[in-house]
T-cell receptor
Framework: TQLLEQSPQFLSIQEGENLTVYCNSSSVFSSLQWYRQEPGEGPVLLVT?????EVKKLKRLTFQFGDARKDSSLHITAAQPGDTGLYLC????????FGAGTTVTVRA | KAGVTQTPRYLIKTRGQQVTLSCSPI?????VSWYQQTPGQGLQFLFE???????NKGNFPGRFSGRQFSNSRSEMNVSTLELGDSALYLC??????????????FGQGTRLTVV
C-alpha cells in the first residue's frame, strides 16, 4: 500500500501571508489529487496533477507535481480566512487513498 | 443540480446497536463510495458500489456492510457498534467505475457517536 505523508500537520497564519503544504511518498505515483475540506462539509476536489514537473494554478493556489512524481506541494499566496480548512492529498487509483491532511487556519 | 445527500446528519447510538446510513448520489452518477473519517486514522476507504455490486472493499471488519439500489442510492450498515466506530461517515459519488482520476463528489457526511 502506498502511503502519502503530509506536512506540516497544522499551520496557523495571519491573513495576507503565504503558505506551503507538502505531500510525499516513497513510491512513484501516476497522479495525485488535492482536496479541501471545510468544517462540517465533505472534501471538495481542487486539482488533479498527472505529469511530472507539472504546475497548475487555481487563483491564489499553485499546485506542483515533483519531477520524480514522488512529491507534490500546494502553495497559497496572500491567504484569506476563506482558505481555512483541511487540505488533503490523495491517490485516486480507482479508490481514494488520502494523506492525513494539513489543517490550515488563516486568522483575520 | 443537487449534490450528494446523506441522511441523517447526526446520530447517537449505544454500543452493541446497529445503524444504517443513507446516501443519495448526484443524479446520473452510478458509483457510490463510503469513507470513514476519524481524528486518529484520517479518511479511510470502506467500499465502493457500482450497478448494485460491490466493486472494491477497504480493510474494515465484516460488521461494516453496504448495498446499492437500482436508483444508485446506497446504504451502509454497521452492526454491533463499538465506541471506536464513532466517526464522520462520508459518501462520495462519481460518474462511473474504473476510471482513474475521476472526480469524486462528497456529501456532508453523517456524524455517528457511539456511547
Amino acid at each position: 500500500t502506498q502511503l502519502l505523508e503530509q506536512s506540516p500537520q497544522f499551520l496557523s497564519i495571519q491573513e495576507g501571508e503565504n503558505l506551503t503544504v507538502y505531500c510525499n511518498s516513497s513510491s512513484v505515483f501516476s497522479s495525485l489529487q488535492w482536496y479541501r475540506q471545510e468544517p462540517g462539509e465533505g472534501p471538495v476536489l481542487l486539482v488533479t496533477v498527472v505529469t511530472g514537473g507539472e504546475v497548475k494554478k487555481l487563483k491564489r493556489l499553485t499546485f506542483q507535481f515533483g519531477d520524480a512524481r514522488k512529491d507534490s506541494s500546494l502553495h497559497i499566496t496572500a491567504a484569506q480566512p476563506g482558505d481555512t480548512g483541511l487540505y488533503l492529498c490523495a491517490l485516486n487509483d480507482y479508490k481514494l487513498s488520502f494523506g492525513a491532511g494539513t489543517t490550515v487556519t488563516v486568522r483575520a | 443540480k443537487a449534490g450528494v445527500t446523506q441522511t441523517p446528519r447526526y446520530l447517537i447510538k449505544t454500543r452493541g446497536q446497529q445503524v444504517t446510513l443513507s446516501c443519495s448520489p448526484i443524479s446520473g452518477h452510478r458509483s457510490v463510495s463510503w469513507y470513514q473519517q476519524t481524528p486518529g486514522q484520517g479518511l479511510q476507504f470502506l467500499f465502493e458500489y457500482f450497478s448494485e455490486t460491490q466493486r472494491n472493499k477497504g480493510n474494515f471488519p465484516g460488521r461494516f456492510s453496504g448495498r446499492q439500489f437500482s436508483n444508485s442510492r446506497s446504504e451502509m450498515n454497521v452492526s454491533t457498534l463499538e465506541l471506536g466506530d464513532s466517526a464522520l461517515y462520508l459518501c462520495a459519488s462519481s460518474l462511473g467505475y474504473g476510471i482513474r482520476d475521476t472526480e469524486a463528489f462528497f456529501g456532508q457526511g453523517t456524524r455517528l457517536t457511539v456511547v
